[in-house]
């Protein structure tokens, strides 16, 4: 299928699924772009440069920003959020 769409319309679709949602025909392409992508990255390393540095800040810091562990509730400080205590499992 990568022969018939470009590069870039693969890794554009945001995964969302409004088009799906607003599609007349129930065409459920969204699982087809995702198995695109995972197929350009695992077989082939192929997929925007961009990526690198989210991929980089996932291995790093186990988030995609680049925050370390100790910033991550930092952009709630001035909200009325409560923060619950450190455990082990939280699922």
């Known amino acids: ?5 470009s590069a870039d ?5 945001t995964t969302c699924h ?3 949602d607003a599609c007349p025909l129930y065409i ?3 699982p087809k772009l995702t198995d695109l992508r995972r197929n350009a ?3 082939t390393m192929e997929y925007p440069e961009q990526l690198n540095v989210a991929m980089g800040n996932l291995e790093s810091g ?5 925050f370390g562990a100790h ?4 952009w709630a400080s001035d909200l009325d959020v409560k923060i ?8």
């Open 62 to 66: 186990s988030n995609p920003y680049g």
């Open 18 to 20: 409004a088009c799906v």
């Open 1 to 5: 299928m990568m022969e018939r769409l």
């Open 28 to 30: 459920e392409h969204v």
């Open 84 to 91: 619950g205590e450190p455990a082990e499992y939280i699922y």
């Open 9 to 13: 319309a693969v890794w554009a679709c």
């Open 41 to 43: 990255m695992m077989e």
């Open 71 to 74: 910033e991550r509730g930092d």
